[in-house]
């Protein structure tokens, strides 16, 4: 079994800054792919950045220049880095993780980002 714990979340003012974290652990040979999602009140979970196994990132483009995904795979963690926020940033945050062997997807407990105006 895997487990995956973020944090980092939090309440911010509009035009700062907020760091989240995703720490894995459990039955991990390597992880494939990780990211991150959102989903705001009354809205549908969305795919904010992931990263593959090489290092390649794809973001929605809403965050495109303000968020930065990055990874520390010794410790089997993974960052997101959000710049500039904006209220309509404000979402639970879930890091997400495809491990190997098994292929499986895991996801964190999700964290609260709040972002005042």
């Known amino acids: 079994q895997v487990q995956l714990v973020e944090s980092g979340g939090g309440l911010v003012q509009a035009g700062g800054s907020l760091r989240l974290s995703c720490a894995a652990s459990?039955?991990?040979?390597?992880?494939?792919?990780m990211g991150w999602y959102r989903q705001a009140p009354g809205k549908q979970r969305e795919l904010v950045t992931v990263?593959?196994?090489?290092?390649?990132?794809n973001y929605v483009d809403s965050v495109k220049g303000r968020f930065t995904i990055s990874r520390d795979n010794t410790k089997n963690t993974w960052y997101l880095q959000m710049n500039s926020l904006k209220p309509e940033d404000t979402a639970v945050y879930y890091c997400?993780?495809?491990?190997?062997?098994?292929?499986?997807?895991?996801w964190g407990q999700g964290t609260q980002v709040t972002v005042s105006t």
């Open positions: 997400n993780a495809v491990v190997r062997p098994t292929y499986n997807n895991y």
């Open positions: 459990g039955s991990i040979f390597s992880i494939n792919t």
């Open positions: 990263m593959t196994r090489s290092g390649n990132t």
